[in-house]
C-alpha cells in the first residue's frame, strides 16, 4: 500500500471497496497494522473507502515540532488532493471526529456529508494528555469504566474474564518500541488538548449526523447532544455502548452507511 509524499510530510494510506468516496479520520493513537481495522467491517463494502495514519502515528511521518487541529485538517485535505478527490463524505471517530470538524471548516466544499462519531467540539474534551505518563497498564484500568461507564468496579469483579481481557486489549501497542513512536503520541494528544471549534460549528453547512454511545465517558452523551443543536439541521442518534459502539452495536454501522449513503 502507498506512503507518498504529501504536503509536508509521507502519509500512509490505504484505499478499497467500490461506491460513493469515502474519507475515513481514525481516533487517538490509531495505526493501520492494528487489526482489524475500518477495512474489516462493513464501510468497505459499500464505499470507495480512504483511510491514513495520521500524522505523528503508524507508517506516516512523525516530525518532532508542535501538531495543530488545523495542521491535521490539512493533512485530510491534502491527500483528498493527492488521490484526486474534490470532496467526498467523510466519517470522523472520537479524535477523527475532532480533525473532521476542522476539515469542514476550513474546507468545506470538500465534504459532502459529515459523521462525527463519539467526538467533541472541545472545552469538555477528555484530557488525555493528562494520563500520557501513565504506564500502559495502569491507562487501560484507568481508562475501561470511562470508556463505557457501565463497565465498574462491580462489574469488573462480577466479570473478572472479561475485564482482564479488556485490559490485555486496551493496553497493547506492538509498536511502542519504534523510533519516535511515543513522541509522535505525545505530539498528538498536544493538538488534542487545544481544540475547539465551538464558536464556528454554526458555520457549517453539509448534512452532519452525530452519532454516540450511551454510554460513553469520554465523549459524553450530554456533549453530543449540545454539538447537534450547535451544528445547523445536525442529526443526533445514540446507540447501545461506550465510546466504542461503534464495535458494541449492531445497529451502529448500517446507521452511519445509511446516512452517508443518501
Not at 502507498?2 to 481516533?27: K, M, T, W
Not at 472541545?122 to 505518563?133: C, K
Not at 479488556?166 to 519516535?180: H, I, Q
Request: net charge negative; charged share 25%.
Amino acid at each position: 500500500m502507498p506512503r507518498e509524499r504529501v504536503g509536508d510530510i509521507d502519509i500512509y494510506f490505504e484505499r478499497q471497496g467500490e461506491g460513493p468516496p469515502l474519507l475515513f479520520i481514525s481516533g487517538t493513537g490509531a495505526d493501520l497494522r492494528n487489526k482489524p481495522n475500518v477495512f474489516d467491517g462493513p464501510f468497505a463494502k459499500a464505499f470507495d473507502l480512504l483511510a491514513y495514519d495520521q500524522r505523528g502515528l503508524g507508517r506516516t511521518s512523525k516530525p518532532d515540532a508542535p501538531y495543530s487541529m488545523a495542521g491535521y485538517a490539512d493533512d485530510a485535505a491534502a491527500l483528498m488532493d493527492h488521490i484526486g478527490w474534490d470532496s467526498a463524505l467523510v466519517l470522523g471517530v472520537s479524535f477523527g471526529g475532532m480533525v473532521a470538524q476542522e476539515l469542514v471548516l476550513r474546507h468545506p466544499g470538500k465534504v459532502k456529508r459529515l459523521v462525527l462519531a463519539c467526538t467533541s467540539p472541545g472545552g469538555a474534551s477528555f484530557p488525555f494528555h493528562e494520563i500520557g505518563h501513565m504506564d500502559r497498564l495502569t491507562r487501560a484500568r484507568h481508562l475501561i469504566p470511562i470508556s463505557d461507564t457501565r463497565c465498574d468496579a462491580a462489574w469488573a469483579e462480577d466479570n473478572p474474564a472479561a475485564y482482564e481481557q479488556w485490559v490485555a486489549l486496551t493496553a497493547a501497542d506492538p509498536f511502542a518500541d519504534e523510533p519516535d513512536h511515543a513522541m509522535g503520541a505525545r505530539r498528538q494528544l498536544e493538538a488534542r488538548a487545544l481544540h475547539d471549534t465551538w464558536d464556528r460549528l454554526p458555520q457549517i453547512s453539509c448534512p452532519v449526523l452525530i452519532a454516540a454511545g450511551r454510554y460513553d465517558g469520554v465523549a459524553l452523551p450530554e456533549t453530543q447532544h449540545r454539538l447537534a443543536a450547535r451544528i445547523p439541521g445536525a442529526e443526533l442518534q445514540v446507540f447501545e455502548g461506550g465510546h466504542m459502539f461503534m464495535l458494541q452495536d449492531r445497529a451502529a454501522n448500517p446507521a452511519i452507511a445509511a446516512f452517508l449513503n443518501v
